[in-house]
């Protein structure tokens, strides 16, 4: 691990955090202290700041500190939980953005290794460029879910930028992604090339209008994830202060808190960021929220159950249903409830999917097919595979 590429948090917030209450999460962290760089021993997730926005489309700003989100996250108390938590303090800009990219895709890739789960704080979000190459040399193939008004399709022969990262994470070599989720998209955000290369490539995307309905709908799309980004312009404008707010449409503090925990309870999900943070003085209700959301991470992996491991087929009911010339095979754990159905994929074990052969679902997907009609994230699975 190269702490050199960290920056410890700020001796005022050092001195603050004294003052506090013996029980609060500050208290229980081990922090990035000038000149004390944390034991990793036992760490089972690490806060990560990145001080980077230079490839933002709509931030001039070249500096920033995450100080006031760190104040709020660490006045919090803490749940009934088993794990433990570090705080790595902040990897600043380098001199050019590619650098920051580089500190950022080590220190992930080095806490992936350690089995260390990075919640990563920044910043504009063609940073989750950087934290998604830092699987290159982890894990082969990665799903990952994007939470965001908007695709971020853009045009890859651009220079990246917080609106095109993931058109480069599909065209750049070494291709590791597997699927891309978009939650909660605005189709006003969108353009309609974005949406038809959406469905041509067999992404999954989700309205914002249907997640309002149904907020557990994130939960199976979550279970498959590796790494989750969250842009907080998703957040409509009356949740967040003055300088964060984007449109009057969007997640509420509530729901946003859920997708988030929805997102730490995924046995899968081993990276998390929180970006496109605007800092301004006095802004409370936007750093609490951030506060609130990363919470909310740490308490659904202190809630993880480990009921996903196929290889005792006694600890699932099965369930088989023909639906249109297709046999549809779903499991269902005995422990949690939740269900699984079986992809269509190649079991060929020198393909980079072959792992890739239960897909999460709901039993709304169960009674969809029972109904003869087959659901659509199986459908997208099978198109792909």
């Known amino acids: 691990m190269n702490t050199n590429l960290l920056s410890p948090i700020s001796d005022r917030l050092v001195e603050v955090l004294k003052l506090s209450h013996f029980q609060t999460l500050g208290r229980k962290l081990k922090i990035h202290e000038s000149d004390n760089f944390p034991d990793l021993e036992g760490v089972d997730i690490a806060i990560v700041g990145v001080l980077e926005s230079r490839n933002s489309e709509n931030c001039l700003e070249t500096s920033f500190n995450l100080t006031e989100i760190r104040n709020s996250l660490y006045r919090l108390f803490p749940g009934n939980w088993s794990s433990q938590i570090a705080d790595l303090g902040d990897i600043l800009m380098g001199d050019r953005v590619e650098d920051t990219y580089f500190a950022l895709s080590e220190t992930v890739s080095n806490l992936l ?83 038809d290369l959406m469905e041509k490539l067999y992404f999954e995307y989700y309205r914002l209008g249907d997640l309002h309905s149904d907020i557990k709908t994130v939960e199976p799309v979550m279970r498959d994830a590796d790494l989750v980004t969250v842009d907080l312009n998703s957040v409509r404008c009356s949740e967040v202060n003055i300088k964060q707010k984007y449109s009057p449409n969007g997640f509420d503090g509530q729901e946003i808190c859920a997708a988030t925990r929805y997102a730490g309870i995924s046995n899968r999900v081993s990276s998390f960021g929180i970006y496109e943070y605007n800092p301004s003085p006095d802004d409370e209700a936007t750093t609490m929220l951030i506060a609130q959301m990363i919470w909310y991470f740490i308490e659904g992996f202190n809630c993880r159950v480990n009921d996903d491991n196929f290889e005792n087929l006694d600890e699932f009911n099965k369930y088989t249903v023909l639906v249109q010339g297709h046999e549809l095979i779903y499991y269902k754990s005995l422990k949690t409830g939740r269900w699984w159905i079986q992809t269509p994929l190649t079991n060929n074990l020198n393909t980079k999917r072959s792992k890739y052969t239960l897909l999460a679902c709901t039993q709304s997907d169960y009674d969809i097919a029972i109904k003869g009609q087959i659901p659509e994230r199986w459908y997208k699975a099978y198109k792909k595979g």
């Open 113 to 195: 290794k350690k089995k260390i789960i990075p919640v990563i704080i920044g910043g504009s979000q063609d940073l989750t460029y950087a934290q998604y190459r830092a699987y290159d040399k982890v894990k082969p193939m990665i799903n990952i879910v994007n939470v965001d008004k908007s695709f971020d399709l853009g045009d890859s022969s651009k220079p990246i930028s917080n609106r095109s990262y993931i058109g480069k994470v599909i065209l750049e070599k070494p291709y590791n992604l597997f699927n891309y989720s978009a939650l909660g998209y605005q189709t006003y955000f969108n353009a309609q090339e974005e949406i």
